[in-house]
């Protein structure tokens, strides 16, 4: 299964490194094993077991070319579902000079300075679902092509476009789901009228500060819910049916970081406006600013990664109905509202629908705030890396919390352990997913 693509890769690099001496063609990658333990009430007590690998490819002559691939083969369970996947994580061709790049394939392409919250980065989805240690293996590369001109030392335009949606993988995947209820979310890449997206980001590069404008057009990475059919035969179980659909934005961000000794300070601002309306629209969110501020400061062989988010829904209004998901239905209260005259069932269902995106998007309420701290520390030469994040959002009560232990034995080996842990209010997006998510781990790696 692995063989035809990767003689495809081979086959198309390989002639590259015989040119002359200046060309390059370097073979590196990874394989890993390990496990994650469920550490909450979840029906599955190995959360998790798998083997993966990693075959990068990368050629060069450090002139005027550049080409990349990498590949990824996963084997094992993961939520109790047999997982069995070759993926092309990446793989592209860059030409370059000292004005301009040209760069075309499957990549992944991260706009913005801010590291814990990132509200700029727009090309590359994520899954949210994915059990690894390393939690940039999470990020999904994008089919597109990106411009670059640099007409002088201090300034940077660049230019994105992508043909197709290629949606985020949601964390509500494993959910339980109440009976009789069906959710079908989008995989892979999706085409259609609408699907596809721009981005134009200007970076100035001043000596101790650098900044950034940018804008995108296309469809928002996280799906938005929308509500296909509801029967209310039985209103004590009704029959519902939901789809996972894209939702076009315009989004326009600033951001910036700048060197005070001995911090690296760093600021965004955003401002992200649907292209369609919401009114009877579910999966179409609020318009929204947001705003993030931290520093990296780096006392001895710590570093420390700090910032705060914040967050200003507009046009807001309380949600008439508590989300879908997440709350036991009050039967009472159900029997009283189906038996108001006038009442539609459909429309009952779709505002909560509605409201489970809003939960989802963090929109729930006027406006959000949330902090996030990483500390990570380079110990006996770099061999012990232990580390902590932690995520706690002041508005909804979300808290993650995220310890770790990296141990190098030997060069090339990596140990590691740690543990997930989410935690909410009733009814919050953590309470929802904190069963199947909370989970301790230990993987080894082997890098080549």
């Given amino acids: 299964m692995i063989r035809r693509p990767l003689i495809i890769i081979v086959s198309l690099l390989f002639p590259l490194s ?47 070319f550049k080409g990349y691939a990498d590949i990824r083969l996963r084997f094992g369970q993961q939520f109790g579902e047999n997982v069995n996947s070759l993926t092309l994580r990446e793989a592209w061709g860059m030409y370059y000079n000292s004005f301009m790049s040209v760069s075309a394939g499957q ?15 727009r090309f590359s989805p994520a899954d949210y679902t994915l059990r690894s240690p390393d939690f940039d293996d999470a990020e999904l590369g994008n089919l597109l092509g990106e411009i670059t001109f640099t007409p002088a030392p201090f300034f940077r335009l660049s230019v994105v476009a992508a043909p197709f949606w290629n949606p985020s993988v949601l964390i509500i995947k494993p959910i339980e789901l109440p009976p009789n209820m069906q959710v079908s979310l989008p995989v892979g890449m999706r085409t259609g009228n609408g699907y596809y997206s721009y981005g134009v980001r200007g970076d100035f590069m001043f000596r101790g500060f650098d900044a950034g404008i940018q804008y995108y057009h296309g469809p928002d990475l996280m799906p938005g819910l929308i509500l296909t059919n509801a029967d209310y035969t039985n209103p004590a179980q009704p029959a ?54 931290g520093f990296d400061w780096i006392p001895g062989a710590v570093r420390v990664t700090a910032e705060y988010s914040g967050k200003k829904v507009l046009d807001f209004y309380e949600a008439p109905y508590d989300p879908i998901l997440g709350t036991e239905p009050d039967m009472q209260q159900l029997m009283q509202l189906f038996s108001t005259p006038g009442f539609d069932p459909f429309e009952f269902t779709r505002l909560q629908i509605e409201a489970f995106n809003r939960l989802y998007n963090n929109q729930l309420h006027e406006y959000y705030h949330s902090a996030g701290v990483r500390l990570e520390a380079e110990l006996f030469y770099g061999r012990l890396i232990p580390s ?54 230990f993987t080894i790696r082997i890098d080549f």
Avoid at 392 to 421: I, M
């Fill in 18 to 64: 015989l040119f002359s001496q200046e060309k390059s063609f370097t073979p590196g990658g990874f394989v890993r094993g390990g496990a994650y333990f469920s550490t909450g009430d979840y029906r599955h007590d190995v959360n998790a077991a798998f083997g993966d690998a990693a075959l990068t490819l990368t050629a060069t002559d450090n002139l005027s």
């Fill in 107 to 121: 990549k992944i392409i991260n706009w913005g300075k801010t590291d814990i919250f990132t509200p700029l980065s």
């Fill in 240 to 293: 519902v049916s939901v789809s996972g659909v894209p939702y076009v934005i315009n989004s326009t961000g600033f951001d910036f970081e700048t060197v005070v000794s001995p911090f690296v300070l760093r600021g965004t601002a955003a401002i992200t406006t649907p292209v369609e309306e919401k009114e009877g629209n579910e999966e179409i969110p609020f318009r929204q600013i947001e705003w993030v501020a």
């Fill in 388 to 441: 902590l994040t932690t995520v706690f959002n002041f508005t909804s009560k979300d808290l993650l919390v995220r310890p770790g232990v990296k141990y190098k034995p030997s060069d090339g080996v990596t140990l590691s352990a740690g543990y997930e842990h989410y935690e909410g209010t009733k009814g919050g997006m953590y309470d929802i997913i904190d069963d199947f998510m909370n989970a301790a781990y």
